[in-house]
């Protein structure tokens, strides 16, 4: 369906169409429920990437961010931002995954 998605999620796109259209569905919903902007939007799924410890979320929020030009430093903090709440073993991983991100 898509080429643009990389590894598995790009395969499962291929493959199941009609699930990846339902999913793409409901994610411009959810995007469009509220008054958050598209930088807000980013890095709040950035942020509960990190939360739920997803390398490959944060990979691929992160280069969205990016892409977006959200400036590096914005993204930066939410990796900081994770030390209170999440503990500073999750933050300095969410760095590096951040980091593993060249543009």
């Known amino acids: ?4 998605l990389p590894g598995a999620a790009g395969d499962l796109s291929e493959e199941y169409p009609d699930v990846w259209k339902a999913y ?8 469009d429920c509220g008054p958050l902007t598209g930088r807000e939007r980013r890095l709040v799924k950035l942020a509960l990437a990190v939360g739920a ?20 430093a914005a993204i930066m903090q939410i990796a900081m931002l994770a030390i209170g709440p999440l503990g500073l ?5 969410a760095k590096t ?7």
């Open 24 to 31: 793409a569905a409901l994610g411009k919903a959810t995007a």
């Open 97 to 103: 995954w951040i980091e593993d991100i060249k543009d």
């Open 53 to 72: 410890g997803s390398e490959g979320a944060v990979h691929s929020h992160t280069r969205r961010a990016r892409s977006e030009e959200i400036e590096v």
């Open 89 to 93: 073993p999750r933050a300095v991983a």
């Open 1 to 4: 369906m898509t080429k643009s």
